[in-house]
Nanobody, 119 residues
């Protein structure tokens, strides 16, 4: 089992940047694929980014491609989301998630961190 704690959210002006971090507990972090999701008020949770266990496969939601970058450091049990050129529509609670090897879907979730982008 893994526990996830996000940090780095906040208020930023449009065009600015934020870097989210997620720290995972446990000794087997490198065995989990990791992802970021977000949920805006009144909307369903949506996929943002995914990175595989060793970090050589990444993919992104269409609306963040070219602006967001996911990365991981298995030695530090962390996954990060660098967000550049932020837009007001990026405003949401951002969640870190982990998917164990045999799981079909992400099966561990953090509590989320709020990102607010102002005009």
């Amino acid at each position: 089992q893994v526990q996830l704690v996000e940090s780095g959210g906040g208020l930023v002006q449009a065009g600015g940047s934020l870097r989210l971090s997620c720290v995972a507990s446990g000794r087997t972090f490198s065995s989990y694929a990791m992802g970021w999701f977000r949920q805006a008020p009144g909307k369903e949770r949506e996929f943002v980014a995914h990175i595989n266990q060793n970090g050589n496969i990444r993919y992104y939601g269409d609306y963040v491609k070219g602006r967001f970058t996911i990365s991981r450091d298995n030695a530090k049990n962390t996954v990060a989301l660098q967000m550049n050129s932020l837009k007001p529509e990026d405003t949401a609670v951002y969640y870190c998630a982990a998917k164990s090897v045999m799981a079909i879907n992400y099966n561990y979730w953090g509590q989320g961190t709020q990102v607010t982008v102002s005009l």
